[in-house]
């Protein structure tokens, strides 16, 4: 299984980016997929979710509002839209995938190799 991520950049603070993390390797239909951030010096965290049914989603209240989550089962891809970016979001982010999953996602059963956001001030 592979989770390869991409989109990360450097944007400034107001500013957007769209992640999108490639499965291949798995039954996509058959997965919830994920995103979570690890900052420097801190734990990983959940960002947002989608369930392996596609029509409920799930996101961390930090980023309510300007974040969305989606999925498109035709290309085997995760997107997650980030608006109004802050300087705190600043971090790491993975996506993961999770069979049959549904809800805050907590025990993915794989991994992404992440890509780096950073947003300036």
């Known amino acids: 299984v592979q989770l390869q991520a991409s989109g990360g950049g450097l944007v400034q603070a107001g500013g957007s980016l769209r992640l999108s993390c490639a499965a291949s390797?798995?039954?996509?239909?058959?997965?919830?997929m994920g995103w979570f951030r690890q900052a420097p010096g801190k734990e990983r965290e959940f960002v947002a979710s989608i369930s392996w049914k596609g029509g409920s989603t799930y996101y961390a209240d930090s980023v309510k509002g300007r974040f969305t989550i989606s999925s498109d089962n035709a290309k085997n891809t995760v997107y997650l839209q980030m608006n109004s970016l802050k300087p705190e979001d600043t971090a790491h982010y993975y996506c993961?995938?999770?069979?049959w999953g549904s809800g805050i996602m907590r025990q993915p059963n794989y991994w992404g190799q992440g890509t780096q956001v950073t947003v300036s001030s």
């Open positions: 993961a995938a999770q069979r």
């Open positions: 390797g798995l039954t996509f239909s058959r997965y919830g």
